[in-house]
C-alpha cells in the first residue's frame, strides 16, 4: 500500500473549503478505485486564519478519519504553511495543492500515472495562459520571471505553480532546506529531480478571495531573487566601479581645463547633480548590501518557521478527555481513574 499526503495551505478559505473537500474526497475516491494500492490523507494548514477556517477543519476531522490539520498561532504566510505540511505529511507521495479550488484535483491521476513508475520525481502544473489577472499583473510576473533567470542559476519556469505530485525523496530534500526565508519556487527547482510540466490554462477562483496583494507579490518576487541571487550584490560593485571610473575621467577633465583656460566657478549646477548622483548609487548600493544583511541576520537567529497552536491529533485527544471527564458523571466512577 502507498500512501499519498495531500498537503494544502489555507488562510481566510471558509467559503471553498467546504467545496474543495468534496472535490478532493471525489478525486481521491476515484483514484483509489482506479489504483487500489492508494490511500489518501489530507493535511491542512491552518495559516492564522481569522475566520471559520478552523472550525470547518475541527468539524472535518470528526467526520473523516484521513483529515488532519495543523494550525498555527498566527497568520506565517503560505511558504511557512506548506513547510509545515511537507514536514508533518506521512506519505510515500505527497501532493502540495492551493484550497482555492485554482489547483484542480482532476489533474491528480494524470501527476500519478508521471510519477508512478519512477520516470519522474514530480509531476506540476504550468499555467500557460494568465486568464483572469489584470495586465499590469501579468506583465510584472513575466519580467520577474525573465529577471529572475538571467541573473540565477536556479531556474525558476515561467507559469509553473505550487501544485505539485512529488516522490518522499523529493520531500525529504525540500525539507533538508530548512532556511528561513523560503522561495518555494527556487526550492523546488534548486533540489533538482525529474519533474514533469503539465500545461493548462488558468482557473480561476470559484469563491474568497486573493489574499496576495499587488505589493504582497513584489515583495515576494524580490525575496525570490534575493534568496537565489547574488546578482544584486554584484551589479552594487559594477556600479561602484563605473561611477569611480566616470569620476576618474572628469577629475582629468577639470584638471586639464583649469591648467588650459583657468576656470574659476563655473560648473557649479554639474558638481551638484554629480554630488546628487553619486550619494544616490551609494545608498542604492549600501540598501542592496543592508537587504542581504537582514536575510542573514534573520537566518543566523533560527527562529522556527512556523508555530503550531492546535492540531488534529491534540484536537482529539482533547475530545477524548471530555468525553472522559463528562462520563464519571453518569456512570458515578471517580474522575482519572479511567485514565
Ligand atoms: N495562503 C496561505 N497563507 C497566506 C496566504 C495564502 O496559506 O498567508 C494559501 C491560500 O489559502 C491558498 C493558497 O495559499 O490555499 C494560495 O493563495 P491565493 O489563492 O490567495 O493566491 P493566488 O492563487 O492568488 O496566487
Ligand atoms: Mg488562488
Not at 57 to 67: A, F, G, I, P
Not at 93 to 100: F, G, K, P, Q, R
Not at 136 to 147: D, G, L, Q
Not at 177 to 197: D, H
Amino acid at each position: 500500500m502507498k500512501l499519498v499526503s495531500i498537503v494544502v495551505p489555507c488562510y481566510n478559505e471558509q467559503e471553498v473549503l467546504p467545496m474543495f473537500y468534496d472535490e478532493i474526497t471525489k478525486t481521491a475516491d476515484q483514484m483509489s478505485q482506479q489504483y487500489p494500492e492508494l490511500n489518501f490523507e489530507f493535511v491542512f494548514i491552518n495559516d492564522g486564519s481569522k475566520d471559520k477556517t478552523l472550525e470547518i477543519l475541527r468539524s472535518l476531522t470528526d467526520r473523516d478519519k484521513r483529515v488532519r490539520y495543523i494550525s498555527f498561532s498566527r497568520n506565517f504566510g503560505k511558504e511557512s504553511g506548506m513547510y509545515a505540511g511537507l514536514q508533518n505529511a506521512r506519505g510515500d507521495y505527497i501532493v502540495v495543492m492551493d484550497a482555492d479550488l485554482q489547483h484542480p484535483p482532476s489533474f491528480l491521476p494524470q501527476m500519478y500515472s508521471y510519477v508512478r513508475d519512477g520516470e519522474y520525481d514530480c509531476a506540476t502544473t504550468r499555467r500557460v495562459s494568465r486568464a483572469g489577472e489584470s495586465k499590469i499583473r501579468s506583465w510584472f510576473a513575466r519580467k520577474f520571471y525573465k529577471i529572475m533567470n538571467k541573473i540565477s542559476q536556479t531556474e525558476i519556469v515561467d507559469g509553473a505553480q505550487d501544485f505539485r505530485f512529488m516522490t518522499r525523496q523529493m520531500v525529504d530534500a525540500i525539507l533538508d532546506m530548512s532556511e528561513y526565508n523560503r522561495f518555494s519556487k527556487g526550492i523546488f527547482s534548486w533540489v533538482g529531480f525529474s519533474t514533469k510540466y503539465i500545461e493548462y490554462e488558468n482557473v480561476e477562483r470559484p469563491a474568497g478571495t486573493s489574499s496576495w496583494s499587488f505589493w504582497g507579490l513584489f515583495k515576494y518576487s524580490l525575496e525570490g531573487i534575493m534568496a537565489f541571487s547574488t546578482a544584486p550584490l554584484a551589479i552594487s560593485s559594477l556600479l561602484g566601479i563605473v561611477s569611480c571610473i566616470i569620476a576618474f575621467i572628469l577629475m582629468i577633465i577639470t584638471v586639464i581645463k583649469t591648467i588650459a583656460f583657468g576656470e574659476a566657478v563655473a560648473g557649479y549646477p554639474t558638481t551638484i547633480c554629480v554630488i546628487f548622483l553619486l550619494s544616490g548609487l551609494q545608498l542604492f548600493c549600501t540598501g542592496i548590501l543592508g537587504q542581504y544583511l537582514s536575510k542573514t541576520y534573520l537566518e543566523t537567529k533560527r527562529r522556527p518557521i512556523y508555530i503550531a497552536k492546535e492540531t488534529e491529533e491534540t484536537y482529539r485527544k482533547q475530545k477524548k478527555e471530555i468525553s472522559v471527564t463528562d462520563k464519571p458523571a453518569e456512570d458515578s466512577v471517580p474522575s482519572g481513574t479511567n485514565e
